[in-house]
Nanobody, 121 residues
Framework: QLQASGGGLVQAGGSLGLSCAAG???????LGWFRQAPGKEREFVAA????????YYADSVKGRFTISRNIAKNTVYLQMNSLRPEDTAVYYC?????????????????WGQGTLVTVSS
């Protein structure tokens, strides 16, 4: 139900935008982005509440990444600026029924397939 897109190869310091169409999931769901680097566990990146009023970020991306959503299109976005090689990972979007947005993976009910972001040094 969740379809992420926008990944690719970018040089360090560059920008990239990801989008995730939430499909048939309710517009009242909270949405989040997570990532998994090679050989590492999946980690929280950013989340947004159902109405976009509240956003949350991992410390490692705060000030560089921006999460937003278009309720009418039921789509969530992740704008990534000042990218670093350590941002290289598969990025996943997820939806949770509570609607508040969360940094906790187990909160999420639906997951997308992931899109690869590679940042070269």
């Amino acid at each position: 139900q969740l379809q992420a897109s926008g990944g690719g190869l970018v040089q360090a310091g560059g920008s990239l935008g990801l989008s995730c169409a939430a499909g048939r999931t309710s517009t009242s769901y909270g949405l989040g982005w997570f990532r998994q680097a090679p050989g590492k566990e999946r980690e929280f990146v950013a989340a947004i509440s159902w109405n976009g009023a509240s956003t949350y970020y991992a410390d490692s991306v705060k000030g560089r990444f921006t999460i937003s959503r278009n309720i009418a299109k039921n789509t969530v976005y992740l704008q990534m600026n000042s990218l670093r090689p350590e941002d290289t990972a598969v990025y996943y979007c997820a939806a949770e029924e509570q609607g508040w947005g969360s940094a906790i993976q187990t909160t999420y009910d639906y997951w997308g397939q992931g899109t690869l972001v590679t940042v070269s040094s």
